[in-house]
């Protein structure tokens, strides 16, 4: 089931993507191509769990990569929601902060024994979540602090405010995942 959802959602976003460069290709916006083109590269990468054995992440965890990628690359960059609405940015960190949180809830039943995993306190799982959210978060704004300096400046409109804002809803994502992951901890 999980290799069935996999591979139909990255076929399905990486042809819509190739879709969308041919258009932005023909329409000569270098940008917005650009951006696909790297949609098709990003879209492919879950493809490599197939080599797996077992895919270790959850269906929901496949879909949410896919939401999550329509909402921030499509929608975000390349239709320009982040520059139109002033208020996108907000929500998709939000949602980063608490997906890369249940993300870590598969990482730390791959790294943990179940046999030294029972013994350990919800707190373990709470800080291994919100630590892992939070340093991505944090490797995320760095990404778009060299971007603006190196290649463009529009990644962080708002400057320091922005990072601030950003940081502060995937925190609170993070946070609230976390909590959900500890309280939760017999049953993740």
């Not at 399905?12 to 191509?33: P, S, Y």
């Not at 197939?50 to 895919?55: D, G």
């Not at 940015?89 to 949602?95: A, E, G, L, R, V």
């Amino acid at each position: 089931m999980k290799r069935t959802v996999l591979i139909t959602l990255a076929a399905a976003f990486m042809l819509f993507m190739a879709i969308v460069m041919v258009i932005f290709i023909i329409k000569g916006e270098r940008t917005q191509w650009l951006l696909a083109m790297s949609g098709i590269i990003v879209g492919s990468l879950p493809l490599g769990l197939l080599f797996a054995k077992r895919i270790p992440f959850p269906t929901l965890a496949i879909i949410g990569f896919y939401f999550f990628m329509v909402w921030s690359l499509f929608f975000g960059s390349i239709l320009g929601f982040y520059t139109k609405y002033k208020w996108w940015d907000t929500p998709m960190h939000f949602y980063k902060g608490a997906y890369l949180s249940l993300i870590a809830i598969t990482i730390y039943k791959l790294l943990i024994p179940y046999s030294e995993r029972k013994n350990l306190s919800k707190w373990a799982l709470f800080l291994f979540c919100l630590g892992l959210s939070m340093a991505a978060s944090t490797l995320w704004e760095i990404w778009e602090y060299t971007g603006d300096l190196l290649v463009t400046n529009i990644m962080q409109l708002g400057g320091n405010f922005d990072t601030m804002e950003d940081l502060t809803a995937g925190c609170i994502g993070a946070m609230l995942a976390s909590i959900y992951a500890g309280v939760r901890k017999q049953r993740v």
